[in-house]
């Protein structure tokens, strides 16, 4: 489908500046909604971890030490975020105080600028990276169905500092030079492997694009490509993960094996796949494809079996990682991790919300190939964003967040949807050019956002847990400084366990649970403590060094329902036992049914 002959209908720097525009606009309008700027409220728990990770960074926090003295008292969370994302924000935020604002405040209008920022970044790189399946004219409804893409937006909004949107980043960019270089520009191959390796490095949720990626280098060598292609994409991306390991790491923890976080596990692996390549590059010249199926497979399963011998839990991924209360207690809590579902009708609009746009979008693909014939080239660029779209599908069906990874290679595929189906519907006759068109634009982009938008006005939010007004009602209990804080702060107990990261920030406490996958046991300890033994509440107490508990009515469980009888229907009802000492609350908290207690 690339025209290299036909002149740019949309100049390269009229385009940019009307998607930059379109896009800071569109921003804007969903921060007008939020009034970020009134509230002073970050989006979500995930931005507030990450703010209080770089503000202990500038307070004198060690570069190698990943705990985070705030969540998880008394011990910490030994956080598996990486630093790339700490870097992005710390620079804007440094010049903001070379500027004369003061550190908290640069660095919060950092993290909540940096994923908007980024969010342009991809899509205008979607913009590039469709050009290797597409005309350039339609390259830029590659940016306007990123742009516009319900998962990319929410994670891309302002007042959202969180790694996804810079994985989006790095796949886009990462899956542009791997259609290249499958389509036969060698020179493309090392370029993909690097910006994948450094997707890696921010989190091994990107090697969701680069096995599909190394996976059509694959495919192509047996249909007789050269294996020098998938050599450099796999050296590129164990080039990056050596470097980055001593960076992330440090001597000390280099070589321990983490599935969620940057380890010698994925350096392992890509030079495994490097392996491969190198030697079915050696292979008889001569072999067909039977012959290229043995030895490809036989060198395949010998590195698998290698990895998985000293590695078993890499067949589970990063959530191999979580502790052993992980699947009881913050899956089935947090609602990024829950599977695409259609079983009733609001599952159904959340799923067509978060993936019916870009499984529309792919349809491009097929579209394509029933409008002309193919030449080899193309399809190489295509089955490299088509086994993309087909992992990360796959991964959005088990759990909801990686539809924002979705996101990447559709944006690619969906730019040729519109043209198409304008095309194709043209050869039936030119009056169904344009409603084909408006068809395809609404299935895409329209309908997802309208099933968004039905969705969350059927469910609604009946919390009455305002984390921001609760942190800032107990402001003033913990020490000023930020560093003397997370060393000394008061350690509180709330029922609302899932709202740790924004008390923390706010008051400047240390909180005993936060939405983590490490923390399956914090949110088993919330449950014990205010459930109806008294003995194992005190227990709780004691271990995780509580001086504060706090209920509030509207807070969720960490399960199916709170126990019946137990200490948080106590405390709610003003009838604390002995060893708990009633504290005041602003008066608009204890309207609302709050309560603080001390513990004696």
């Not at 968004?452 to 209990?477: F, P």
């Not at 008061?490 to 008051?507: S, Y």
Request: net charge neutral; aromatic share 6%; hydrophobic share 55%.
């Amino acid at each position: 489908m690339r025209d290299t002959a036909k002149p740019r209908a949309i100049p390269t720097a009229l385009g940019v500046v009307v998607l930059l525009l379109a896009g800071a606009l569109l921003h804007a309008r969903i921060a007008f909604g939020t009034k970020i700027w009134e509230s002073g409220a970050l989006s979500d728990t995930d931005s507030y971890t990450r703010l209080l990770r770089v503000l202990d960074l500038w307070h004198g926090g060690r570069w190698f030490d990943p705990v985070l003295p705030w969540i998880g008292a008394p011990d910490g969370l030994a956080l598996h975020w990486t630093r790339p994302l700490d870097i992005l924000m710390l620079v804007p935020g440094w010049i903001g105080v070379l500027a004369g604002a003061a550190p908290e405040d640069a660095l919060y209008w950092s993290a909540a600028l940096v994923c908007p920022v980024l969010h342009l970044l991809a899509c205008l790189a979607a913009v590039w990276a469709a050009r290797a399946l597409w005309p350039a004219d339609w390259s830029w409804l590659a940016g306007i169905v990123l742009l516009l893409d319900v998962p990319s937006l929410s994670y891309g909004g302002l007042g959202r500092s969180d790694h996804h949107t810079l994985i989006l980043l790095c796949g886009v960019v990462g899956l542009g030079f791997a259609a290249r270089a499958a389509a036969g520009r060698d020179s493309a191959a090392l370029p993909a492997g690097l910006v994948f390796g450094l997707g890696v490095w921010v989190s091994p949720e990107a090697l969701l694009f680069a096995l599909p990626a190394l996976a059509a280098c694959g495919l192509l060598w047996l249909r007789g490509a050269p294996a020098a292609t998938g050599a450099r994409m796999a050296a590129g991306l164990a080039l990056v993960i050596a470097l980055a390991l001593p960076l992330e790491r440090g001597a000390a923890t280099m070589l321990l094996a983490e599935p969620d976080r940057i380890s010698v596990q994925h350096l392992a692996l890509a030079v495994a796949i490097w392996g491969v390549f190198v030697l079915a590059g050696r292979l008889p010249a001569g072999l067909g494809l039977p012959g290229r199926m043995a030895g490809g497979g036989a060198l395949s399963a010998l590195a698998a079996g290698t990895l998985l011998a000293a590695w078993p839990e890499l067949l589970h991924g990063p959530a191999a990682a979580g502790d052993g209360e992980l699947g009881r207690w913050f899956v089935n809590a947090t609602q990024e991790m829950q599977p695409l579902r259609f079983d009733s009708r609001e599952a159904l609009l959340r799923s067509i919300g978060l993936a019916g746009g870009s499984t529309a979008s792919a349809l491009a693909l097929l579209l394509a190939f029933a409008h002309a014939p193919r030449d080899a080239a193309w399809r190489g660029a295509a089955l490299v964003v088509a086994l993309a779209i087909a992992a990360c599908l796959a991964a959005a069906l088990h759990g909801a967040r990686f539809t924002a990874d979705l996101s990447a290679p559709a944006a690619m595929a969906g730019a040729g949807l519109i043209p198409l189906a304008g095309l194709l519907a043209g050869r039936v006759t030119v009056l169904l050019r344009l409603p084909a068109m408006l068809a395809a634009l609404a299935i895409a982009i329209f309908a997802p956002m309208l099933a968004i938008a039905r969705q969350g006005a059927s469910t609604g939010d009946t919390t009455t847990c305002d984390g921001v007004a609760i942190g800032r009602g107990l402001a003033g209990i913990a020490p000023a400084g930020h560093a003397e804080a997370a060393r000394s702060a008061p350690v509180l107990l709330p029922d609302a366990a899932d709202l740790g990261p924004i008390l923390a920030f706010h008051a400047r406490l240390r909180l005993v649970s936060g939405p983590y996958h490490q923390l399956g046991a914090a949110f088993a300890d919330t449950r014990t403590a205010f459930g109806p033994d008294e003995a194992a509440a005190r227990d709780v107490v004691a271990r995780r060094q509580a001086a504060l508990v706090l209920v509030c009515p509207g807070a969720r469980p960490p399960g199916e329902a709170w126990p019946a009888g137990g200490l948080r229907a106590r405390l709610l009802a003003d009838d604390p036992p002995g060893w708990l000492e009633p504290r005041p609350l602003p008066a608009a908290l204890h309207a609302a049914g709050l309560r603080l207690y001390a513990v004696r």
